[in-house]
């Protein structure tokens, strides 16, 4: 099956600078990953995704970017704010269209005012 | 608004008790899935499924199982609770037609004592 690594476990960024999270997979077949947002008292939520066929995708201040060769995926967060302060999640799909997911193991981000 | 449910927030239990967690969605998802979350482990599958009455195991399936009669519910059995199973407990729904999101309910919080 599909291992997913993420580091780091924890990270405190000053506000407005830019946070990075990385993510490792191990099989090659993956073709969707995903990142997710878990807030306080929440489930986690989606806030951007990236596939196989695509190197590098924004959404304003947060952008994914894909090495394949390298099987590892990354988070970029800029000008961060304090509601960017949660825990991120790195996932995998290896099967397209049974939809599971194999999740790395968070990061909590601190945003420090 | 997509929304699911999960039919309590904290949960108490004593060892050996029999322990069931619900969720419902009102998307008229195809897939649901519940997971366990734990400092440190991230998000792991104990179950999903991909249609009603239909499941598959995921990672971490001894000590559960589940039940799917209807389209809209999955529920989480602990046979018989075990103080290991003190957790945070996940569920999700995803359409089934590849476009992969998971959507979240806000968990259940079991402690077995």
């Known amino acids: 099956g599909e291992n997913v690594e993420q580091h780091p476990s924890t990270l405190s960024v000053q506000e407005g600078d830019s946070a990075v999270i990385k993510c490792t997979y191990s099989d090659s077949a993956s073709n969707y990953f995903p990142w997710y947002k878990q807030e306080l008292g929440k489930g986690p939520q989606l806030i951007i995704d990236i596939r196989s066929n695509v190197g590098e995708k924004k959404d304003q201040r947060i952008a994914v970017t894909l090495n394949k060769t390298a099987k590892h995926f990354s988070l970029h967060i800029t000008e961060t704010q304090p509601e960017d302060s949660a825990v991120y999640f790195c996932?995998?799909?290896?099967?397209?269209?049974?939809?599971?997911?194999?999740f790395g193991t968070g990061t909590r981000l601190t945003i420090i005012p | 608004d997509v929304k699911v449910t999960q039919s309590s927030r904290y949960l108490v239990k004593r060892t050996g008790e029999k322990v069931f967690l619900e969720c419902v969605q009102d998307?008229?998802?195809?897939?649901m899935f519940w997971y366990r979350q734990d400092p440190g482990l991230g998000l792991r599958l104990i179950y999903f499924?991909?249609?009603?009455?239909?499941?598959e195991k995921g990672d971490i399936p001894e000590g559960y199982s589940v039940s799917r009669e209807k389209k809209e519910r999955f529920s989480l059995i602990l046979e018989s609770a075990s103080t290991n199973q003190t957790s945070m407990y996940l569920c999700?729904?995803?359409?089934?037609?590849?476009?992969?999101?998971?959507?979240f309910g806000p968990g259940t919080r079991l402690t077995v004592t």
């Open positions: 996932a995998a799909n290896l099967y397209f269209g049974n939809e599971k997911l194999t």
């Open positions: 499924s991909y249609d009603v009455k239909m499941k």
């Open positions: 998307m008229d998802h195809e897939n």
């Open positions: 999700a729904s995803s359409a089934g037609t590849g476009t992969n999101e998971q959507y």
